[in-house]
């Protein structure tokens, strides 16, 4: 074997595994019902946006993934984030409302007191004239 069939063995090995590690995302995407975006192929196996649209055997694989997708209600994994960090900074806000009213509840209980004694206070200091 020469060396340049031993390059091209290697090179489509490579390519092989590439277009396998492809497709497995692509089936795990749609298994997970999440949108099937080559961004988010990109993100997730590490390839290169070209590879997704110049070769053939991954780029049918796309399109039927998309076609299996269309018209269902699909999750997009930046929205999930974005979800859970609101719904966390929503229960920190709910907490400091909380502890806001509670706060407010008892200054407003002991400006009653505080009023009530000035009340007597100026009662006690008419009744002294």
């Known amino acids: 074997m020469t060396k340049y069939d031993r390059m091209v063995a ?3 090995a490579t390519s092989t595994a590439k277009i396998a590690k492809a497709k497995a995302e692509i089936s795990k995407m749609v298994s997970e019902n999440i949108q099937v975006t080559v961004g988010e192929l990109v993100k997730r196996t590490g390839l290169s946006r ?11 694989a796309l399109e039927n993934a998309r076609d299996l997708q269309d018209g269902k209600a699909l ?8 979800d859970k960090a609101m719904d966390k ?4 806000l709910q907490q400091q409302i ?6 407010n509840s008892s200054l407003s209980k002991k400006n009653q007191d505080l009023q009530k004694a000035l ?10 004239l």
């Open 98 to 103: 909380e502890k806001l009213k509670s706060e």
């Open 50 to 60: 070209g590879f997704f649209y110049k070769n053939e055997e991954v780029s049918r």
């Open 119 to 128: 009340n007597k206070k100026d009662l006690n200091f008419i009744k002294n």
């Open 10 to 12: 290697t090179n489509k």
């Open 89 to 92: 900074q929503l229960q920190v």
């Open 75 to 82: 999750t997009r994994p930046q929205k999930v984030i974005l």
